[in-house]
Antibody
Framework: QVQLQESGPGLVKPSETLSLTCTVS?????????WGWIRQAPGKGLDWIGS???????HYNPSLKSRVTMSVDTSKNHFSLSLSSVTAADTAFYYC???????????????WGQGTMVSVSS | EIALTQSPGTLSLSPGERATLSCRAS???????LTWYQHKPGLAPRLLIY???KRATGIPDRFSGSGSGTDFTLTISRLEPEDFAVYYC??????????FGQGTTVEIK
C-alpha cells in the first residue's frame, strides 16, 4: 500500500519560506508518476499548489508560481515543497499526494497524506 | 482555465436517504477528466470516482457518478453514518492544471 507522510515546521514567520517534505513508502518515487501538493486554508476548499515528476519536471498553479519550488529526492524517496515570502494567507493544511497522469485515472490524486497544518504568524 | 462550482454548499440529510451532489464546469470537460473525493476532518482525502463515473477500488456501490460536458453528479444512494463528510469534484486540465470545486458538506439532519 502506498503511504505518504508530510513533515515540516508547523509555524512559519511572515516573509519567510515554508518548507515541507513528503516521504513516500510502499512505492519507489523513481518508478514514475507525478507527485503533488494541495492545501486547504481554514474554512476553504482544496487548492492545487503544484506537481513534480520524478524526472524533475514541475507544473505550478499560476497563482503561486512565482513563490513555489518543488523537487524530488529519489535517494530518500521523498519530494519537497518550498513556498517563499509567506503571509497569513498561506496558513493552511498542506497535503501531498500521488498523481496519475495517464490512462483511465489520468489527473487523479490516488493516494494522499493526512496533511500537516502550517500557520504563518510572527 | 475551467472553474468548478459545486452545489449545494451544504446538504442536510438523514441516514438512509439519497444524496445528490452537483458539480458544474465553466466550460465543457473533455475526456471526462472529472474526479470526486470524500474528505473527513483530520483524514486524508479519499478517491471515490474518476472518469466521471468509474468507482475507485474498494468504493461501495452506493456511490455513483454521472454526467458529461459541463454537468456532473455524485449520488449516494443510501447514506451510511460514515458517509457524512465533505465532497469535492476535481478537474485535470491542459497545461497541465488541476482544479477543485469548493466542496459540498453532507451533514446529519
Amino acid at each position: 500500500q502506498v503511504q505518504l507522510q508530510e513533515s515540516g515546521p508547523g509555524l512559519v514567520k511572515p516573509s519567510e519560506t515554508l518548507s515541507l517534505t513528503c516521504t513516500v513508502s510502499g512505492y519507489s518515487i523513481s518508478s514514475g508518476y507525478y507527485w503533488g501538493w494541495i492545501r486547504q486554508a481554514p474554512g476553504k476548499g482544496l487548492d492545487w499548489i503544484g506537481s513534480v515528476h520524478q524526472s524533475g519536471i514541475t507544473h505550478y498553479n499560476p497563482s503561486l508560481k512565482s513563490r513555489v519550488t518543488m523537487s524530488v529526492d529519489t535517494s530518500k524517496n521523498h519530494f519537497s515543497l518550498s513556498l517563499s515570502s509567506v503571509t497569513a494567507a498561506d496558513t493552511a493544511f498542506y497535503y501531498c499526494a500521488r498523481v496519475v497522469t495517464s490512462g483511465n485515472l489520468a489527473g487523479v490524486f490516488d493516494f494522499w497524506g493526512q496533511g500537516t497544518m502550517v500557520s504563518v504568524s510572527s | 482555465e475551467i472553474a468548478l462550482t459545486q452545489s449545494p454548499g451544504t446538504l442536510s440529510l438523514s441516514p438512509g436517504e439519497r444524496a445528490t451532489l452537483s458539480c458544474r464546469a465553466s466550460q465543457s470537460i473533455t475526456n471526462n477528466y472529472l474526479t470526486w473525493y470524500q474528505h473527513k476532518p483530520g483524514l486524508a482525502p479519499r478517491l471515490l470516482i474518476y472518469g466521471a463515473s468509474k468507482r475507485a477500488t474498494g468504493i461501495p456501490d452506493r456511490f455513483s457518478g454521472s454526467g458529461s460536458g459541463t454537468d456532473f453528479t455524485l449520488t449516494i444512494s443510501r447514506l451510511e453514518p460514515e458517509d457524512f463528510a465533505v465532497y469535492y469534484c476535481q478537474h485535470f486540465g491542459s497545461s497541465p492544471r488541476w482544479t477543485f470545486g469548493q466542496g459540498t458538506t453532507v451533514e446529519i439532519k
